[in-house]
């Protein structure tokens, strides 16, 4: 290395580093040498140097401190090293050496005149030219970060080991721990990116293959290519602050004057607030993407384009009934060769559809780019914006234990490891996550770097982690400008070409063929390399060897796409092709002969992930060619593994349907008659056995009863074709009893039940079923009621196959149907965890605790996994309980029957399942299913949650409800509604009531399957046991905060700890019965509002630990002030919940969910029916308003 200012030095050097580091290179060229600088001779005849006297290396021996340096670097632990600290940067030097080809060296140096001082005195071209150097300059800038490791993610995925340079810490100071926290972020995002393109590649590829028929016909991106100059986009994202400035494109003159593009996600949102995008973009790999087009038709999106990547799922373009624009991808270009191919026009790859709609934009010509909907961030505690497509998915599970606040908060801590404490845009405390984190990096790199280009990107998503390289305001304001520009035109799609499908279905027989080739070729490969091996040092034998090895490559090289196609497939064989290298080259202790044997075993398996992988692109290529000529449908789910591989057992364990049959008390542990009949002459018991009978994935039908031999009269000629087992009724029809309270207000919903309970826990003692499967030989068994008498055959068939064809992966299967429909499929293992459970889990130990969010056990939803079979939204939506399980849904059943005229083994469960829903809404409104009663208005807590349960500021002075006059209307309610629940709950706090046990003991009386008592607990009147003694089910406390001072601020009282006492006292004094649950349920709720938000996670865990239950409550109504406000329920959920629901004040008013009165009615005097009739009437008058109306 020269010494010396020599203005060459500097720029040969700053060459070299443009090469990688374009933007540090710059800065260093428009610095201003250090005046500090000073060189010094060494001992060793290379400079060493100082800044402002302090040493930047030693001043004697600076390269043998270097190589001193370089020795604590472990290339077995890392594939890449950062160094804080530039210094004289022989450690660099002596560093890049040791790392050798396969690694790369980071730099952080922020003092740009320091290297501008040595870049200009000392050359280090030599290491500089051979490209794995990278210097970063600012200890902040993610962004920028994120840049310089493009191409390097790889390396970077296999480890990074920080080093500081001794000679530099002081000078750095804290730039250090900066510097080093934002590239521990950008390493964890890289990684995530390598971890998910390969998981994702084979499946894309798959994808790509299914699409090629649309790919080869849809207009193309590239006829967009500057369609709108100088336009404003707006890129609408699903963020949860998408609803404070949404409602600004509804403008229709700011809607001419700007290009709207939506990701999938908001598509039906945006239609619903009558927005229509321009755009619409796709790049999902999962089928479940698919929901976001239900329903639409052609005319819902005319005039919207989908503008898709070839790699999205199938199903996505398949199911969207408008206008698709596909991207360029190479890879199909190669499939379709140069005779098929044309111009598509590229975007760059993106992580989500918000990048894919950003370069979209960009595409268009469009400038600036307005984001609105883009938190990348868990704002205000919601992982979607209200009105989300998935708060539909979700509607079928909402109740009064189990919000939408509630799904959406598990939603963010179901991924609890991965979650990322951040500050949002107004100083506010909220999470990301890893994924999102990686999201970020990747569009502050695309920001920056169109920010260098002059062109103009404004985050006005208003909510969400600040973004760097943007500018951030309100959409109003960003809108401004667009009100005196011209109209924005879109060219129109040329019309699609001819779909060429003979052309193409011979390019894939083709590339078949090329693909069995090398496949073929390969192995003769392998043959040959294993002769190498066998030769030993031979090296004469050897090198005739390798001849023919370069021979078959040249071969297989030359089939140029499906080689390339193979490779493709091969991403994961590619990289560990490249570990293995790594590994040989940094062995300094192998011998020539030992390198060489280490290089051929390394061939052989590189070869043979290439065999394998040509297979595969053989397959692939088979199945393309029967979906495109019509032969086969489309893929679009993961195929499992196999299972021998994973060593488990085979695929063919025994699974039977298995029932526990109760004749005198259903799901819910209330008395019915499972003799009565429904249709045919037939009761619901044989309707549902053999319906079940019907299906050919289950090896037989098992039921468990207290009384088998009844049971087997019941059945009658099916006797003979099911086995029936005598169980305990004693243990089971306890436990069935607090799951049916659990359960008793979520009766319609297939999960969503208190303590995460499913309706397949209804009748289920893990107990029980484990000795049962034990006896049986079950591998695993499907989980039926006794009474589902419209269970669907095909779906349990499907249900069945799914765990079937993975049941290593698949322990647990199922669907999102209604209760009543679908089975659930869980494997022996499952069902030993649950039992091995019982005693002391509670009600984890249940099939809701395998599924459902648990503190210390979070998982992802598995709603969007495989083991969820997907269904239409008739069987997932119908928002009843399809059980007949009552003497009203018995009747109705049979109503239902008759009127389709068909026998009940063989009905149409869909068609079945709409006109029972249809009946079972006309009976809602007849008599309700749930009353809320009032029985007094006083209440001790005051504050913003005393005027929420009041519905304003000024007191309610009502006289208390006498058990006389409550009397007469639960009897009249119990007569008509065997299965209604009844919660005491209102203005006033029920425990304020004098006599309010009273109450609970006479519904007990009356037979009420479930009663619930709301209270804040503040009323010390009833101790702990008279509760439990008293018959109530269910004890709901509005705890409300996690401190004293946030639930004084809510409470205007100071009791909170006196609160948390009492509610302890009371878990304490309810023990647990025989059957691991509970004599009561134990709710603490907190309502999510600005003063509770930052205290939710730690009280949802606390209590859900605690108690097996809590509960995360919506505003009453929209509070003026309050930034956060109740999430919208689906429109249709909350009209049937509202329909079922009747709410009596104690002077005997009806009132609304809004506790506005229905008229004048004292429904003590008109009895339930006439009353609930009229306000029935009154409520779909007054339209009651909706959750964002602002109450007075």
């Not at 809108?479 to 019309?495: C, E, F, I, M, Q």
């Not at 002769?531 to 031979?538: K, L, V």
């Amino acid at each position: 290395m020269e010494a010396g200012l020599d203005p060459k030095i500097l720029e040969r050097n700053l060459a070299m580093i443009r090469v990688r580091s374009p933007r540090a290179a710059q800065r260093i060229m428009n610095a201003k040498t250090s005046v500090g600088f000073s060189l010094v001779e060494t001992d060793e005849g290379v400079p060493s140097g100082a800044l402002d006297g302090r040493a930047l290396a030693s001043k004697r021996r600076p390269m043998s401190e270097a190589e001193k340096f370089a020795g604590g670097y472990d290339p077995k632990q890392a594939a890449g090293a950062c160094v804080l600290g530039f210094g004289m940067g022989h450690h660099l030097a002596a560093l890049h050496e040791r790392i050798g080809s396969k690694g790369v060296v980071i730099c952080f140096e922020p003092d740009l005149g320091l290297l501008r001082a040595v870049l200009e005195r000392v050359d280090h071209r030599a290491w500089l030219k051979k490209g794995r150097f990278l210097l970063a300059t600012d200890p902040d800038d993610a962004a920028e970060l994120s840049e310089l490791l493009r191409g390097f993610e790889a390396i970077v995925s296999l480890g990074v080991q920080i080093m500081e340079h001794p000679a530099s810490n002081a000078r750095l100071g804290d730039a250090r721990s900066r510097f080093a926290g934002i590239l521990t972020n950008v390493m964890k995002a890289a990684r995530t990116q390598v971890v998910t393109t390969l998981a994702h590649s084979p499946v894309s590829f798959r994808n790509m293959l299914m699409n090629i028929g649309h790919y080869a016909a849809c207009p193309s991106v590239d006829e967009l290519k500057d369609a709108c100059p100088g336009a404003t986009a707006v890129i609408v994202a699903a963020g949860p602050s998408l609803k404070k400035n949404l409602h600004l494109l509804k403008d229709p003159e700011t809607r001419k004057r700007v290009v709207v593009i939506a990701v999938q996600t908001v598509l039906k949102q945006l239609l619903r607030e009558g927005i229509r995008p321009d755009f619409v973009t796709a790049l999902d790999y999962h089928e479940l993407s698919k929901r976001f087009y239900e329903g639409l038709t052609a005319e819902d999106v005319r005039g919207i384009r989908l503008v898709v990547e070839p790699k999205a799922n199938p199903a996505i373009l398949d199911s969207f009934p408008g206008e698709i624009v596909c991207i360029e991808e190479p890879l199909l270009d190669k499939v379709l060769g140069e005779g098929l191919k044309r111009a598509m026009g590229s975007l760059p790859n993106g992580g989500t559809v918000a990048h894919l709609s950003y370069y979209l934009a960009r595409h268009l010509g469009c400038d600036p780019v307005v984001m609105i909907g883009q938190d990348l961030g868990f704002t205000d505690g919601q992982y979607y914006g209200a009105g989300a497509a998935i708060h539909r998915v979700w509607s079928g599970e909402l109740n009064a234990h189990n919000t939408l606040e509630m799904l959406e908060w598990q939603r963010i801590a179901r991924m609890k490891s991965l979650l990322r404490p951040m500050t949002d845009i107004h100083g506010r405390r909220m999470f990301t996550d890893e994924q999102m984190a990686t999201y970020l990096a990747q569009f502050e790199a695309d920001f920056l770097r169109d920010s260098e280009r002059g062109m103009t990107t404004i985050d006005a998503t208003e909510g969400g982690v600040s973004k760097r390289h943007t500018t951030a305001m309100g959409l109003e304001e960003a809108l401004a400008d667009t009100r005196h520009g011209g109209k924005v035109s879109l060219p129109v799609s040329s019309a699609k070409s001819g779909q060429r499908i003979n052309a193409v279905r011979d390019r894939l027989d083709a590339i078949a063929r090329d693909a069995e080739n090398i496949r073929a070729q390969s192995q003769e490969t392998i043959y040959t390399l294993k002769r190498m091996i066998a030769a030993g040092g031979d090296q004469k034998k050897i090198g005739k060897l390798i001849d023919k090895v370069n021979t078959i490559r040249d071969r297989v090289v030359a089939l140029k796409e499906a080689y390339a196609l193979t490779e493709f497939v091969n991403q994961t064989g590619v990289l560990n092709r490249f570990r293995a290298d790594r590994a040989i080259e940094i062995d300094s202790a192998l011998d020539p002969i030992e390198r060489q044997r280490k290089q051929i075993e390394r061939d052989i398996r590189n070869v043979e992930w290439t065999r394998d992988a040509a297979a595969e692109l053989r397959t692939q290529m088979q199945n393309a060619r029967c979906v495109l000529m019509g032969e086969m449908p489309k893929i679009t789910r993961d195929e499992p593994a196999e299972d021998a591989a994973l060593g488990t057992d085979a695929v063919g364990g025994r699974v039977e349907a298995l029932i526990f049959a109760d004749p005198d008390y259903n799901g819910l542990g209330m008395k019915r008659d499972l003799a009565m009949i429904v249709a045919n002459g037939l009761n619901a018991l044989q309707i549902t056995v053999a319906r079940l009978l019907r299906c050919t994935n289950i090896d037989g039908v098992t039921i468990a009863s207290t009384d088998p031999e009844r049971v087997g009269s019941l059945l009658g000629h099916l006797n003979e074709r099911v086995t029936l087992v005598r169980v305990d009724g004693k243990a089971l029809r306890e436990r069935t009893r607090l799951i049916g309270i659990g359960r008793h207000r979520a009766r319609d919903c297939w999960r969503g039940g208190m303590g995460v309970l499913t309706c397949y826990d209804e009748s289920l003692d893990p107990r029980l079923a484990l000795s049962i499967m034990e006896q049986r030989s079950m591998s695993a068994a499907v989980l039926v009621g006794a009474d589902w008498a419209m269970i669907d055959p095909t779906l349990v068939d499907e249900i069945v196959e799914r765990h079937r064809s993975a049941p290593a992966q698949h322990r647990l299967a199922f669907s999102q149907a209604v209760p009543g429909i679908g089975g659930f499929v869980v494997d022996r293992s499952a069902i030993e965890s649950l039992s091995n459970g019982q005693s002391n889990a509670g009600s984890f130990a249940t099939i809701g605790g395998l599924i459902g969010y648990i503190p210390f056990a979070p998982q992802a939803d598995p709603i969007a996994k495989a083991m969820c079979v997907q269904i239409s939204t008739a069987l997932r939506d119908a928002g009843v309980r399809a059980i007949a399980d009552t003497t009203d849904r018995v009747l109705a059943l049979a109503g239902v029957y008759e009127q389709l005229g068909t026998n009940p083994i063989d009905a149409d469960t869909t068609a079945s399942v709409a006109l029972f829903s249809r009946v079972c809404a006309k009976n809602d409104r007849s008599v309700p299913a749930e009353v809320h009663l009032e029985l007094c208005s006083g209440r001790l807590s005051n504050g913003p949650f005393g005027q929420w349960k009041r519905g304003g500021s000024e007191s309610s002075d009502r006289a208390v409800l006498t058990l006389a006059r409550a009397h007469g209307l639960l009897r009249e309610l119990i007569t008509l509604r065997p299965d209604a629940a009844l919660v005491l709950d209102g203005a006033g706090d029920p425990l304020m009531h004098p006599d309010a046990i009273g109450f609970v003991q006479l519904a007990d009386e009356l037979g009420f399957a479930s009663v619930e008592l709301r209270t804040d607990l503040l009323c010390p009147g009833v101790d702990a046991h008279s509760m439990i003694e008293s018959g109530l089910g269910v004890l709901s406390v509005d705890l409300l905060a996690s401190t004293p001072e946030t639930y004084a601020a809510l409470t205007g009282q100071n009791m909170f700890n006196g609160v948390v006492e009492r509610l302890e006292g009371i878990l304490s004094a309810r023990g647990k019965s025989s059957c691991g649950l509970a004599p009561m349920w134990v709710v603490p709720r907190i309502t999510r509002c600005d003063a509770t938000m930052e205290e939710i996670p730690d009280f949802y865990d606390r209590w859900l630990l605690a108690c097996g239950c809590a509960a995360i409550d919506p505003l009453p109504r929209a509070i003026r002030g309050q930034r956060i406000q109740a999430l919208p329920i689906p429109s249709e959920r909350q009209r049937r919940i509202d329909a079922r629901t009747m709410r009596v004040r104690s002077d005997g008013v009806l009132v609304d969910r809004f506790g506005r009165a229905l008229g004048e009615l004292d429904v003590f005097e008109a009895g339930i029916e006439r009353a609930y009739r009229q306000s029935r009437k009154q409520v779909e008058v007054k339209c009651a308003p909706s959750n964002a109306e602002v109450a007075a």
